[in-house]
């Protein structure tokens, strides 16, 4: 279920029509809090639409190079928010369009499906899509410049890393075939091997 999105360049603003309530409060429980990588909340009708700062750039799946150890600093200070019982609040949405660089500076949008879970799960589901289109070569530098940050500012716990990567793969692979994407990476079963060794 996706959100009617009108961009107004003119106006600086992108108007964000929710198709939920619930994703409605989703969304605002996140843009509320200021954060220093999400667009700002210009304002909101209390109900279903967003009116959001409008981000100049483009997202990271249409630039030749993305700086993952920048990206793992967005995952390390959106997983520092809030901890229940070990879990945090997960983007879990790992379309390369939630990640915006404009003017230098990485951002995280569209929260419509952030749930609470371990920051682990919020890793392996972004990396997945990388491990989907990059050669082996170019996956294992992505890999390990997002990890090697996140393990240096952050907290990976190996269990859970390994025990998650078996079922989030499984999901990842159901959404795929649902929407009609078919893999033809020769290199994702190698990209999904070098995904286990967190430590190098």
């Known amino acids: 279920m996706k959100s009617n999105v009108m961009i107004q360049k003119d106006k600086k603003q992108v108007i964000k029509i929710c198709k939920s ?5 989703k969304e605002l429980y996140i843009y509320e809090k200021k954060l220093p990588f999400t667009p700002k909340l210009l304002d909101h009708d209390g109900k279903n639409t967003l009116i959001l700062e409008y981000l100049e750039g483009a997202n990271i799946g249409e630039i030749e190079q993305p700086d993952f150890s920048q990206i ?9 928010l809030e901890n229940i019982n070990g879990k ?31 920051p682990e799960s919020d890793i392996i589901h972004f990396l997945l899509y990388w491990a989907s289109i ?3 070569v170019q996956f294992e530098k992505a890999f390990r410049q997002l ?5 240096a500012y952050g907290n990976i716990n190996p269990m859970e890393w390994e025990m998650s990567i078996p079922e989030i793969i499984e999901n990842f692979d159901n959404r795929r075939e649902r929407f009609g994407k078919i893999e033809l990476n020769p290199d994702i079963y ?6 286990k060794n967190i430590y190098g």
């Open 88 to 118: 945090c609040i997960c983007h879990s949405d790992n379309n390369p369009k939630n990640y915006i660089l404009s003017n230098g500076k990485y951002f995280m949008i569209d929260f419509g499906e952030w749930e609470y879970n371990y």
């Open 72 to 80: 793992a600093e967005l995952f390390i200070e959106l997983h520092a």
């Open 21 to 25: 309530p619930k994703m409605f409060k």
């Open 190 to 195: 190698r990209n999904r091997e070098i995904m």
């Open 147 to 151: 990890t090697d940050f996140y393990l």
């Open 134 to 136: 990059y050669d082996s």
